[in-house]
C-alpha cells in the first residue's frame, strides 16, 4: 500500500471511531464474541501455518497460540463491564462536597505492531485490549511468518470491516509509511533496535506507545535447591519455541560447585523431553520449532563459533534446526574484574536453543553482573531462601520473573507483562490490556449550591492565613 492509501485508511478509521460506535460496551463484547468466533474457526488451518512458517508442533500452537488468545478473550469478555464502570475515588476535605470519578476512554486509532515468533499470538492478544478499550485498530504483521500473517488477513479481513478493525502486510519500508500517519496510540512488540525508531516516529505526532521489547534474561539457582525439578522447568522454558520467546531464560548461574550436576540434569531433562532417537540426530527434534529463516540461523551458528560448548550445538542447516547446548562462560567475577570480556553470545539476546552457564561463588557477584548490563524483561531465581529471595528482588530491576519457576508469570493474566528500561514500556494481559488502551479521564464534579469565597481574588491577609491553616 502507498503512504496515500495508508493516510485514507486512517481517516477512515477516525471517521468511523467519530460516530461513537466503537464506545458502547455491548458493542465491544459483541465484537469480542465475534473474534473469538473466528479464532475458533481458523485454529485448523493455523496449526497448518505455524506449522509452515516455523514448523511449530500443533501441541505448542494450540498452547502458545490459540490457547492464550482464547483465555485472554474470554477473560475480557468475562469481566469488560465491571472493568469500563467509571471508577469512584477520594475526594479532599476541602473540596467537598464535590465528588471526583475516573472515566476511561478509548484513544482512538490504535496501531498494532507485531513479530515473527508468536505471529497469531502478539497480533491478536492486543487487538483484544484494544477493541475492549473501544478504539479502533490497524494491525501490521510480520512478513517473516508470511503464511501467519496470510491466515490474520483472512480472518480479520472477512470477520471486520476494515473502517473499524484492518490489517495491512509489509516489511520495513509499509512500516516506515504507515508510521508517517497520525496514530492515537502505537502498541509495538519486538526487537529494541526496532522499538527505537517505532518510539522516534511516534514521538513525531506525541503518540502514546507501548514497546514490548526483548534482552537478556537470566536465570539464577541458589545453592541447595532441588536440582531436578529446577533444571526441568528452566530447560522446558529454553527449548519451547526453539529458544525463540522473549522472556526465555538467556543464561543460567549456578554456584560454582553445582555446576558439573546442573549440566548432568540439564541432559537427563533433554533426554526425557526426546524419549526417543539419538540426540545427534535431527529427526529426534521433530516436536522442536525450527529457526525462523536462514539469517537467524547464520546469526546463532556464528554465536557459538569459538565458544567452549559444553554439550551439543549440532547445526541441522537443511531443517534449520540445533541440537540444544550448553556453553562454558566462566565465572560472573571474571568479567567483573575485567579478566574477560563478554563474547557476543553474553552480550545479544541469543533467541535460540543454546544457553551458557555461568558460575559464581556469591550472589551478590550474580547481582553486581546482572546490573551491569541492560535491565531484563524476565528473571528467574530458583531459590527457597527469604533472604536471598528479598535480595535479588530487591536489588535487580527487571520487567517480571517468576521464583522457582521460568516464564509462567506470562499465564496469570492478573499480572501486568511488560519490562522496563531497554526491555520496553508499558504492559498488557487481562484488565492491564484494558487500562493501557484506555486514557483514563479524571473528573471532579463540583456543584453550583456552594461557592467558597476565599479561593478568589483579592488574596486578603486572611484569606492566606485560612489557607496555611488547611495546607499544613
Ligand atoms: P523486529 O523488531 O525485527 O520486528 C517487529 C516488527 O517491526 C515487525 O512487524 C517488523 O516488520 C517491524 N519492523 C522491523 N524493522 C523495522 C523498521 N526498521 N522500521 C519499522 N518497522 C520495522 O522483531 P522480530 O525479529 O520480529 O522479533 C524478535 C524480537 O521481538 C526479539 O527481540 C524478542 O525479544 C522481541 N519480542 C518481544 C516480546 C514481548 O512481548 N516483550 C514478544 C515477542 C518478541
Given amino acids: 500500500m502507498s503512504e496515500q492509501q495508508y493516510r485514507e485508511l486512517v481517516q477512515k478509521q477516525r471517521d468511523y471511531f467519530s460516530t461513537g460506535a466503537t464506545r458502547s460496551v455491548q458493542f465491544r463484547l459483541d465484537t469480542l464474541k465475534k473474534l ?13 501455518a505455524l506449522q509452515n512458517d516455523l514448523a511449530k508442533s500443533e501441541f505448542e500452537t494450540y498452547l502458545g497460540e490459540w490457547g492464550v488468545v482464547l483465555t485472554e478473550i474470554n477473560t475480557h469478555i468475562k469481566r469488560l463491564k465491571k472493568w469500563t464502570r467509571q471508577k469512584r475515588v477520594k475526594t479532599p476535605m476541602f473540596l467537598k462536597p464535590s465528588y471526583s470519578r475516573i472515566i476511561y476512554e478509548p484513544y482512538g486509532v490504535s496501531l498494532i505492531l507485531a513479530p515473527w515468533n508468536y505471529p497469531f499470538q502478539l497480533a491478536i492478544l492486543p487487538l483484544i485490549g484494544a477493541i475492549s478499550a473501544g478504539n479502533t485498530a490497524i494491525i501490521k504483521p510480520s512478513e517473516l511468518a508470511p503464511h501467519t500473517a496470510k491466515l490474520l488477513v483472512e480472518l480479520i479481513s472477512e470477520t471486520f470491516d476494515e473502517a473499524y478493525v484492518a490489517i495491512v502486510e509489509g516489511g520495513v519500508a509499509e512500516t516506515t509509511a504507515l508510521l508517517k500517519q497520525r496514530f492515537d496510540f502505537i502498541f509495538f512488540t519486538g526487537s529494541t533496535h526496532v522499538g527505537r525508531i517505532i518510539a522516534r516516529a511516534a514521538a513525531e505526532h506525541l503518540t502514546p506507545v507501548v514497546l514490548e521489547l526483548g534482552g537478556k534474561s537470566p536465570a539464577i539457582l541458589d545453592r541447595n535447591i532441588p536440582m531436578k525439578v529446577a533444571v526441568r522447568r528452566l530447560a522446558m522454558a529454553k527449548l519451547s519455541n526453539c529458544g525463540q520467546v522473549c522472556v526465555a531464560p538467556d543464561y543460567v548461574v549456578v554456584a560454582k560447585d553445582s555446576k558439573a550436576e546442573f549440566i548432568e540434569v540439564f541432559k537427563a531433562a533433554v533426554r526425557e523431553f526426546f524419549p526417543t532417537g539419538n540426540l545427534d540426530d535431527v529427526t529426534t527434534y521433530q516436536t522442536m520449532t ?13 554465536l557459538i563459533e569459538g565458544e567452549n560448548i559444553i554439550w551439543g550445538g549440532k547445526a541441522f542447516e537443511a531443517e534449520l534446526k540445533f541440537q540444544p547446548a550448553l556453553i562454558d562462560s566462566g565465572d560472573v567475577a571474571d568479567y567483573l574484574n575485567k579478566k574477560r570480556q563478554k563474547a557476543a553470545i553474553l552480550e545479544e539476546e541469543i533467541f535460540g536453543p543454546f544457553l551458557p552457564v555461568l558460575t559464581y561463588e556469591n550472589i551478590d557477584d550474580v547481582i553486581k553482573y546482572v546490573n551491569a548490563g541492560e535491565k531484563p524483561l524476565a528473571l528467574y531465581f530458583y531459590c527457597n531462601h527469604k533472604t536471598n529471595i528479598d535480595k535479588v528482588l530487591n536489588n535487580i530491576s527487571f520487567g517480571g520473573g517468576c521464583i522457582n519457576d521460568s516464564m509462567m508469570h506470562l499465564a496469570n493474566d492478573h499480572l501486568p507483562f511488560g519490562g522496563v528500561g531497554q526491555s520496553g514500556q508499558g504492559a498488557y494481559h487481562g484488565k492491564t490490556s484494558f487500562l493501557t488502551f484506555s486514557h483514563a ?32
Fill in 290 to 302: 525450527r529457526i525462523i529463516n536462514q539469517k537467524n540461523f547464520k546469526r546463532l551458528q556464528s
Fill in 36 to 48: 473469538k468466533a473466528a479464532v475458533i474457526v481458523y485454529q485448523a488451518k493455523g496449526v497448518e
Fill in 441 to 472: 479521564k479524571s473528573m471532579l464534579y463540583s456543584t453550583t449550591r456552594f461557592d467558597l469565597a476565599v479561593k478568589y481574588m483579592p488574596y486578603t491577609a486572611k484569606k492566606l492565613d485560612f489557607l496555611k491553616k488547611i495546607f499544613k
